[in-house]
T-cell receptor, first 113, second 113 residues
Framework: DGGITQSPKYLFRKEGQNVTLSCEQN?????MYWYRQDPGQGLRLIYY???????QKGDIAEGYSVSREKKESFPLTVTSAQKNPTAFYLC????????????FGPGTRLTVT | QKEVEQNSGPLSVPEGAIASLNCTYS??????FFWYRQYSGKSPELIMS????GDKEDGRFTAQLNKASQYVSLLIRDSQPSDSATYLC?????????????FGTGTQLKVEL
């Protein structure tokens, strides 16, 4: 089955700890994206990558880091510098076709206390 | 002004009726427009994409685009309780650093028996 997987589904961490969220796709898509979703605020772009070994900051990159060493994988690290890390994190990918349609993974719900 | 605006709802329609969801956007050069459906606690699912002025139909869904008025809509015919969800409008923004989707905050649709 082709698709995007994110793990884990739920993640709990203490304040001050870094945490890495996994995103893997087997769709052979070049572009990958990370969003966070908070109630009433829609989806906000954290980082995106159009090609392996290259990535750009999105609208809310502060306190986050990413890597893109393989086409299939785009992990997101939430660092202790992120002031409000509790959120629903969504990974998406796109093949850059006509409209750059993006397809989402199931998401990871992170709670930091 | 927000880049993509939607009425947050909730929009309530009786079963079998037509649901009409609306979205306006501010970037005149946007070329690609998308509608996502998001059930509570789940990730967004792409249901329609539209790139040129006019209507595009897919089953019970019709997307309508008017670039002159910077307006895109989604009609759902014969609404079913299973259509109850939040519908996100997304607009593709072309930038020097890549192509990004900007999302509205979503309209909650409730289909009542």
């Amino acid at each position: 089955d082709g698709g995007i997987t994110q793990s884990p589904k739920y993640l709990f961490r203490k304040e001050g700890q870094n945490v890495t969220l996994s995103c893997e796709q087997n769709l052979n898509h070049d572009a990958m994206y990370w969003y966070r979703q908070d109630p009433g605020q829609g989806l906000r772009l954290i980082y995106y990558s159009q090609i392996v070994n290259d990535f750009q900051k999105g609208d809310i990159a502060e306190g986050y880091s990413v890597s893109r060493e393989k086409k299939e994988s785009f992990p997101l690290t939430v660092t202790s510098a992120q002031k409000n890390p509790t959120a629903f994190y969504l990974c998406a990918s796109s093949d850059g076709g006509q409209g750059y349609e993006q397809y989402f993974g199931p998401g990871t719900r992170l709670t930091v206390t | 002004q927000k880049e993509v605006e939607q009425n947050s709802g909730p929009l309530s329609v009786p079963e079998g009726a037509i649901a009409s969801l609306n979205c306006t956007y501010s970037d005149r050069v946007s070329q690609s427009f998308f509608w996502y459906r998001q059930y509570s606690g789940k990730s967004p699912e792409l249901i329609m994409s539209i790139y040129s002025n006019g209507d595009k139909e897919d089953g019970r869904f019709t997307a309508q685009l008017n670039k002159a008025s910077q307006y895109v809509s989604l009609l759902i015919r014969d609404s079913q309780p299973s259509d109850s969800a939040t519908y996100l409008c997304a607009v593709l923004i072309l930038t020097g650093g890549g192509n990004k989707l900007t999302f509205g905050t979503g309209t909650q649709l409730k289909v009542e028996l």
